[in-house]
């Protein structure tokens, strides 16, 4: 090395000695790396702004000479190397810009031990005389600041662009690179290995950079009077990169896909900008979130219409939430203990897109859980008083603006003059709720209205207060720019971090009583008690029939509350019409908002759903599909959602099925094995031990000479309710000592026939409605000593493992994964699927049977009783389980032996003694070995393994 100066002329790296490096005398604080690459002349430029410096501490200067073809780069940076102490001149093989600012970067972290910070100056852009003087001081004094990023002043093609606002990662991911290269970053932020990607060589690297700071925790800051001046051309670099700009984007998210996933930017806009401001109805306390059961912060009233008024001058710098929720802190509690705050939120602010005001009310209903949206305003009437009002930020800026009020008080009005939408919520609500406040939602609304028109800070005309070009969006306007990166309008406000529970969600199209349902219901439970977090959607139909056994079940229920079609579409396959994504009936960005923030989706045979979910796959959530029945036309085709499978496999992570046999229909059509889980249907209400006990000891000891027959079900063809209606009448008219119980009620009527209810009345058996609850349930199975299933098709009924838990025979027909559920003559009677007359007399003989021989029936029950206490739904749904182990390894946490509900009866789960179990589950399991005796290989391994045998 020379006396004065110091340069390095090779074509290779070269490791170079603190001592070889650094002269004793200088010890910088900031080190300024210039790359250079064919700006011969306007290196000159950079070089003397470096040096210009005017900064209480020492600067070094180190150019990179990145292999420039032109030997007068070489020259400028040997002349300044030898003739000005803190210059450093480096030459190396061409790497690229990331490659010479890497090497810059070792070299300046290896040479200066004391340096605190580096700055990158392109060759050709400058920068002024206090600079790094006022940056670094900047960051200096705030250790939250990991880099200081500058406004744009570009000469040649002049422009001043505004970039002064607080920083926010998420429009760092979402809209552009807003942190030029030309950056004070602290020496910190480079000794946790933060570098340039060496492989981008078109452009963009230091968006790359930015994005691995921000991945490490780092945080950037802008500085408004940063003394940063860029030289724009027609022609440069940076419009190279333009060019390419859609690949290079693909590749950065492809490597930044955490940062990228919807929960992460979702994260970051209720951090950074949130969506929602609450006004609490008589604190006037504004609380910002987007998720609002998530930590956020809050303010007094006067201050949120400062920063109203700051937002209306300033838009880029300041900002506001889009959207405004009135609401006293009682009903959003109500909300939040119900599970549909933000379910009632994203519906809100998808409203106020296409109408003025939203209002929002409860109303009393024990027996469901429902959201009904109606039109109201423009002359339509409300239904009653609103307890709370949304409405998006731009509707309220036009009534400050409005020189009249007279057009937005209407809303105290039953029939107010703005485009009202109205969301009714019924639920199990208390009679406050339902009555509202003493200081009503349109007071608060009006008040706040009010402080903002009578605010000092209020301008009839809002100039910008910054002399400089905007050029980043608005800050208000941030959720639009969200939207559009997730490809999902409007985005669930739910936040989920990778972390805690599984949070998974059920997809029903309707939420009532029937086997699809309870299913869904009852693995939601076995779920949660082995540590997730389950979340309910409906799609179609918006109301939620509550079934006391499933309180506290979902975390939340959540309504799409929009007509959205059962089944149907333009495509077709193997017979069956389907929506692909890119339909418009599809409404992917709905959909998919909709369903944001989950980490597993289970499909319950929501056809439409298919269309959309391979979009939710490829952003990281595990799409499983639950087949539960194959059906059949009215020809008699197999037909239905099986079909939709082998459509839609390729998106599927799991599918599951309630038998064996669809499980092999399945693999024979083409769906891997490995995707393939049987989870066996159990009983979809628990009873204890000593009620199950009881009932059986009752069936036991009763003294009856007449059979009790139950049907428990629907009154359609499905259900094969003309097979048993003409049993029914023949067994009648043979005077068979047998008594009749009909629960279920009409799907449609029958016509000239009548309805069934009418038919079988008319045999002398009432018809009675439908029962859901567990205890209802359990009366009609102690009552019958037989239930009847004469069905066309079936999956794995429930009807047929709870009436065998309390000892009820079943009598049903061979179709679908009934036989594997009843071993005919053990433990229930099998009538082989055929046409209607045979299955007719089939079923009129076995019942004829059952009535004469007292003594088979109880042989029948004993075994029906002992088969129904090995199911179990915590046993059942282990196969799925043990794949959301595989997928979260670290956040499933399954229950320890000591806590896991027991497994071998449903007894057993309730807390009998455990000597009384032991015993009980060896005989249970002895009977039920016996039942496998006629499978197949497979099935019999299968079978005896789910015994533990």
């Given at each position: ?147 200081v990023y500058p406004n744009i002043d570009k000469f040649g093609i002049e422009w001043n662009g505004n970039y002064t606002t607080e920083y926010s990662r998420l429009l760092h991911l979402t809209f ?115 998720d609002p059961e998530a930590e956020h912060r809050s303010c007094g009233l006067e201050e949120f219409v400062r920063q109203f008024w700051a937002a209306r001058t300033e838009p880029e710098t300041f ?271 709905e959909i998919m908002g909709f369903l944001s923030g989950l980490d597993v989706v289970v499909n319950n045979h929501v056809a439409p759903a298919n269309a959309v979910l391979g979009d939710l796959r ?332």
């Open positions: 090395m020379l006396d004065r100066g110091h340069a390095l002329n090779t074509d290779l790296p070269v490791e170079l000695s603190d001592g070889e490096a650094s002269p004793a005398t200088l010890s910088p604080t900031v080190a300024i790396l210039i790359p250079a690459y064919k700006h011969s002349v306007l290196l000159t430029e950079a070089i003397d702004s470096a040096l210009a410096q005017d900064a209480p501490f020492d600067i070094a200067v180190v150019i990179v000479d990145d292999g420039c073809p032109y030997p007068e780069t070489a020259h400028v940076g040997q002349l300044y190397a030898l003739s000005e102490p803190h210059v450093f001149y480096l030459r190396k093989q061409n790497g690229g810009l990331s490659s010479a600012r890497n090497y810059g970067i070792e070299f300046a972290l290896r040479t200066f031990p004391e340096v605190e910070a580096v700055y990158f100056l392109d060759a050709d852009n400058r920068i002024t005389p206090t600079a790094i003087r006022e940056i670094f001081r900047f960051m200096a004094e705030d250790d939250r600041i990991d880099w552009d690179n807003i942190c030029e290269a030309g950056s004070l970053v602290s020496r910190r932020l480079l000794d946790a290995g933060i570098r340039f990607d060496e492989t981008m060589k078109s452009g963009f690297e230091d968006w790359d950079f930015w994005l691995q700071a921000i991945d490490n925790g780092f945080v950037g800051s802008n500085h408004p009077f940063f003394g940063f001046e860029y030289r724009q051309r027609a022609e440069s670099m940076l419009r190279d990169s333009n060019r390419m700009r859609e690949g290079i984007l693909s590749y950065i998210r492809d490597k930044h896909k955490r940062l990228f996933a919807p929960e992460t930017m979702l994260a970051l806009e209720h951090e950074e900008a949130p969506r929602y401001a609450g006004i609490s109805i008589g604190s006037y306390m504004v609380d910002f979130f987007t900002g506001i939430p889009p959207f405004l929720l009135w609401i006293t802190p009682a009903h959003r509690d109500a909300l939040a203990q119900s599970g549909l705050i933000h379910n009632i939120l994203w519906l809100g602010e998808r409203l106020c897109e296409k109408h003025n005001f939203v209002a929002i009310r409860f109303e009393t209903n024990k027996s469901e859980i429902g959201i009904a949206v109606r039109e109201a305003g423009e002359g339509q009437a409300l239904s009653a008083k609103p307890f709370a009002w949304m409405c998006s930020v731009d509707i309220l800026t036009a009534c400050v603006d409005d020189t009249s009020d007279d057009w937005v008080r209407t809303l105290r009005s039953p029939t107010p003059a703005p485009n009202v939408a109205e969301i009714v919520i019924s639920g199990p609500f208390s009679a406050r709720d339902t009555q509202g406040a003493i200081l009503s939602a349109t007071n608060g609304l009006l008040a706040t209205l009010g402080a903002m028109r009578d605010s000092g800070y209020r301008r009839t005309e809002c100039p910008r207060w910054i002399w400089r070009s905007a050029y980043l969006p608005n800050r208000t306007q941030y959720y639009k720019i969200l939207r559009h990166a997730v490809g999902a309008a409007p985005i669930m406000p739910r936040l989920s971090d990778g972390e805690g529970p599984v949070k998974v969600g059920f997809l029903l199209p309707i939420a009532s009583f029937g086997g699809v349902e309870k299913v869904a219901y009852a693995v939601a439970r076995a779920l949660k008690e082995a540590g997730c977090e389950p979340h309910l959607f409906i799609l179609c139909k918006s109301s939620y029939a509550r079934i006391p056994d499933n309180e506290g079940v979902f975390k939340s229920i959540n309504f799409l509350a929009d007509d959205y079609p059962l089944w149907g579409g333009p495509n077709a396959f193997s017979g069956h019409e389907l929506l692909m994504g890119h339909d418009e009936m599809a409404r992917a960005e490829r952003r990281g959530v595990k799409i499983v599909n639950y087949i539960h029945v194959l059906d059949k036309s009215g020809f008699g085709r197999p037909a239905g959602h099986p079909y939709l499978s082998l459509a839609f496999e390729h998106i599927y992570d799991a599918i599951l099925t309630c038998s064996r046999d669809m499980a092999e229909w399945l693999h024979a059509m083409g769906v891997p094995a490995a995707k393939l889980h049987h989870i066996r249907n159990a009983p979809s209400y628990r009873i204890s031990a000593g009620e199950r006990d009881a009932l059986l000891t009752a069936r036991r000891d009763r003294g009856n000479d007449r059979l009790n027959v139950l049907f428990l079900g629907r009154l359609d063809p499905q259900k094969g309710i003309e097979r048993l209606y003409a049993a029914a009448r023949t067994l009648q008219r043979r005077s068979a000592h047998i008594d009749w119980r009909i629960v279920g009620s009409d799907v449609i009527d029958t016509g000239a026939g009548g309805s069934w209810k009418t038919r079988f009345e008319e045999l002398g058996i009432t018809v009675e409605p439908p029962v859901y609850a567990s205890r209802h349930l359990s009366e009609a199975f102690a009552w019958a000593d037989v239930v009847v299933l004469p069905s066309r098709w079936e999956g794995a009924p429930l009807t047929i493992i709870e009436a065998q838990r309390l000892g009820c025979v079943p009598v049903a027909t061979a179709v679908g994964a009934v036989d594997e559920l009843i071993k005919n003559g053990v433990d229930g009677v099998l009538i082989p699927d055929a046409d209607d007359g045979t299955v007719t007399s089939m079923l009129v003989s076995a019942l004829a049977t059952l009535a004469e021989d007292p003594d088979r029936l109880r042989r029948l029950s004993a075994m029906a009783a002992e088969r129904g206490a090995i199911a179990n739904w915590a046993r059942s749904v282990e196969p799925l389980t043990k794949q959301l182990e595989t997928w979260f390894p670290n956040r499933f946490a399954r229950p320890s032996a000591t806590t896991r509900p027991q497994e071998d009866a449903t007894s057993r789960e309730e807390g009998m003694p455990a000597a009384e179990q032991s015993g009980r589950s060896e005989q249970a399991r002895s009977d039920a070995l016996q039942l496998v005796g006629d499978r197949p290989p497979v099935a019999q391994r299968e079978l005896r393994g789910y015994l533990g045998s």
